[in-house]
Antibody
Framework: QVQLQESGPGLVKPSQTLSLTCTVS??????????WSWIRQPPGKGLEWIGH???????FYNPSLKSRLSISVDTSKNQFSLKVSSVTAADTAVYYC????????????????????WGQGTTVTVSS | QTVVTQEPSLTVSPGGTVTLTCAST?????????PNWFQQKPGQAPRALIY???NKHSWTPDRFSGSLLGGQAALTLSGVQPEDEAEYYC???????????FGGGTKLTVL
């Protein structure tokens, strides 16, 4: 059973860089079937997709955050990481990591994308 | 930029049936958006319910079903239970751009 666990500082000062790591256990990240995602949820608000990375290091970002984002992967440690630069109070949120399974069903001829496993989330507050 | 909209809130009686919808500002939602649905209870991480429009996970109760209705993705709960009270989010995948977009969520009250 694959599990994901976020870790990192719970408090970041404005204008600094937020850094989080997601550790994957119970399975390997180095499979072509998976994308590894970051999602966040500001207090009392909805979910926002931040970006995702493939095990090769190919990454895709939410256009509204792209200029401040960096997502990286370390398959030797079974971890992927998020950096958000120049943070403000608006970046205060619960940050989740999640796995997306991408697979092609040869029996039905259908492609599937399934965000199936999530971490518990970690709260990050931006404040001086 | 694609915006995904859901009903902000819905109320249903125990044992009843309710349908939540998920629409895109750029046009009809099709299977090519691979709609995913999640349930989130207060203080918990979201839990996956449905992927690729209508596929259930092993843990998804039978009373939950996904479909496409009138150009929107839909999540139907039949025989609603009190424990189904939660926030529900849809998620669409823009495969060409490799982007995901969440809907704003529907707060479902069972009353």
């Amino acid at each position: 059973q694959v599990q994901l666990q976020e870790s990192g500082p719970g408090l970041v000062k404005p204008s600094q860089t937020l850094s989080l790591t997601c550790t994957v256990s119970g399975g390997s990240m180095s499979s072509g079937d998976y994308y590894w995602s970051w999602i966040r949820q500001p207090p009392g608000k909805g979910l926002e997709w931040i970006g995702h990375i493939y095990y090769t290091g190919s990454s895709f970002y939410n256009p509204s955050l792209k200029s401040r984002l960096s997502i990286s992967v370390d398959t030797s440690k079974n971890q992927f990481s998020l950096k958000v630069s120049s943070v403000t109070a608006a970046d205060t949120a619960v940050y989740y990591c999640a796995r997306v399974v991408a697979h092609y069903d040869i029996l039905t001829g259908h492609q599937h994308y399934d965000m199936d496993v999530w971490g518990q989330g970690t709260t990050v507050t931006v404040s001086s | 930029q694609t915006v995904v909209t859901q009903e902000p809130s819905l109320t249903v009686s125990p044992g009843g049936t309710v349908t939540l919808t998920c629409a895109s500002t750029t046009g009809a939602v099709t299977s090519g958006y691979y709609p995913n649905w999640f349930q989130q209870k207060p203080g918990q991480a979201p839990r996956a319910l449905i992927y690729s429009t209508s596929n259930k996970h092993s843990w998804t109760p039978d009373r939950f079903s996904g479909s496409l209705l009138g150009g929107q993705a839909a999540l139907t709960l039949s025989g609603v239970q009190p424990e189904d009270e939660a926030e529900y989010y849809c998620l669409l995948y823009l495969a060409g751009a490799q982007l995901w977009v969440f809907g704003g969520g529907t707060k479902l009250t069972v009353l």
